[in-house]
């Protein structure tokens, strides 16, 4: 095979030749891949050479598997090319990453098909949110050590007019200082740097971004208002930038962006789905619950038309059931169906965990006709006796319990609190949302015939299954409560 050489500016040849001689792919030691689209499952590896180097060579493989990524590649725009040549550029800046070494390109008949991207290899480093996590509590001084360095090298980029898109506690490396050398932090994947960056405006998003991975890793508030005070300490150093940060600012920004990145990454399959508790901090402030409100069902005409279908479908259902009892929506969230269900002097309860929504609410409830009241609670555990409510309602809710056990104690504490019906939504598997997310790997919701089990479980049955439109992922079920 083939292989054409790009060789990073300060190599000297007898490096040069050790890496050409000891460079096999199928030699290569396996390491822990980490799922990307265009990479490998083989994807990273170590490179074992008989002569002695000053560090391991680590080596990250791209396939190009379509001719448009071949055809970039030849251009310098792959994603493999970008980060080697952003690679070199920040070494010879003086910023802190694996020193590159080189850009194997394997060729082929229709131009290179695999890219080896050859780097020194930190040995012993450790993410940075795995660090933070075993550092203890944000007084320590490991603690302390990290965030401060970590600090230092987003102001040196800002300086330096370099902005990293993907800052994140993965892609900043945590290495454990020796009796030699003290404890240092280095960024990898450069493919993300961009260059000729406004500091100030650089430093903020990067720190905004960083707080949000962190966050979005389970570190709380106090790491992200230490992370953001150790940035403001290194900006005022000799050679730093004048900048006045509103520290409150960025870190409603941080969590903001952190909710935003949750929903994607469970979205896309990426990750386990929160537990209720967590799910319940996402909206932790006013201006949390206020974008959710206004980002999905006021900014887009697809949650707009959502919107209205599901608030016309359950107006009519209330209608047609003759509902004229109290009735129970929990989570309530900003008070959305306060208007179809609190009607014709319903009495409208209001149940929601998160204070700020119920803020919403309690705004939209003194628009109202009926009688409303508003309760903080939580779905596991409603403070109302059996039989309360004529009708419980619960939108948007299961469908971000994917465990059997929560979603087992939201149904029975339904069944428990309505002496009538019940009426839940999920995610249809057999949607046409559902169907393209199995495709791509992804979430895609629930069969019929598990919503019927753990409806029976709860000790309800299914009257009926309303989707939300033509082929829509949402579905409504209605329950029948058990008798009293």
Same mark, same amino acid.
């Given at each position: ?92 800046? &003086? ?12 060729? =082929?008949?229709? &131009? ?11 040995? =012993? ?70 260059? &000729? ?14 707080? %949000? ?95 209205? %279908? ?34 014709? =002097?319903?009495?409208?309860? &209001? ?134």
């Amino acid at each position: 095979m083939a292989y054409r050489w790009n060789w990073a500016a300060d190599i000297d040849s007898e490096w040069r030749e050790t890496l050409v001689r000891a460079f096999d792919p199928e030699t290569l030691v396996p390491m822990r891949a980490v799922p990307h689209r265009g990479i490998s499952g083989r994807g990273y590896g170590l490179l074992e050479t008989a002569e002695s180097l000053p560090f391991d060579v680590f080596v990250k493989m791209f396939e190009h598997r379509s001719l448009n990524n071949r055809i970039l590649h030849l251009w310098g725009r792959s994603g493999a090319a970008r980060e080697f040549a952003n690679a070199v550029r920040l070494h010879e800046m &003086g910023l802190p990453i694996p020193q590159p070494l080189a850009l194997v390109n394997e060729s =082929g008949n229709w &131009g290179c098909r695999t890219c080896y991207y050859l780097m020194e290899h930190l040995a =012993g480093a450790q993410p940075l949110s795995a660090w933070l996590a075993a550092a203890g509590e944000p007084a320590s001084g490991a603690f302390d050590a990290a965030i401060r360095l970590v600090a230092r090298l987003l102001v040196d980029l800002a300086v330096k007019g370099v902005w990293h898109r993907d800052v994140s506690g993965g892609n900043l490396l945590v290495l454990p200082g020796g009796q030699d050398r003290l404890l240092r932090v280095c960024l990898v994947d450069a493919r993300h740097a961009r260059f &000729g960056a406004e500091p100030v405006q650089a430093l903020e998003q990067m720190l905004v971004t960083l707080g %949000a991975f962190l966050l979005l890793d389970g570190a709380d508030d106090p790491v992200v208002e230490a992370l953001v005070s150790a940035a403001a300490e290194e900006a005022r150093r000799p050679g730093g930038v004048e900048w006045a940060p509103d520290g409150e600012a960025i870190i409603d920004l941080a969590r903001k962006s952190a909710a935003h990145l949750m929903a994607r990454e469970v979205r896309k399959g990426k990750r386990t789905p929160e537990s209720l508790d967590r799910f319940a901090r996402r909206y932790a402030s006013v201006g949390d619950a206020e974008n959710y409100r206004d980002r999905r069902f006021g900014r887009s005409r697809h949650g707009r038309k959502v919107d209205a %279908a599901e608030r016309h479908l359950v107006g009519q259902l209330v209608d047609d059931l003759s509902v004229g009892g109290p009735v129970l929506d929990v989570p309530c969230g900003a008070g959305r169906l306060l208007p179809a269900l609190a009607s014709r =002097g319903r009495e409208w309860v &209001g149940v929601d965990i998160s204070a700020e929504m119920l803020g919403l609410a309690r705004k939209a409830a003194a628009k109202a006709d009926g009688a409303c009241r508003l309760v903080i609670a939580d779905a596991r555990r409603l403070p109302f006796a059996d039989g309360r409510f004529e009708l419980a309602l619960s939108m948007r809710l299961l469908h971000r319990v994917r465990t059997a056990e929560e979603r087992a104690a939201v149904l029975r504490e339904l069944a428990r609190v309505s002496a009538g019906w019940v009426l839940f939504s999920f995610y249809s598997r057999c949607s046409w949302r559902g169907f393209r997310d199995r495709l791509r790997g992804r979430y895609s919701g629930e069969t019929r015939a598990t919503i019927r089990r753990e409806v029976a479980e709860a000790g309800m049955s299914v009257e009926q299954f309303l989707p939300v439109g033509p082929l829509a992922r949402q579905t409504l079920v209605l329950c029948v409560a058990p008798a009293r």
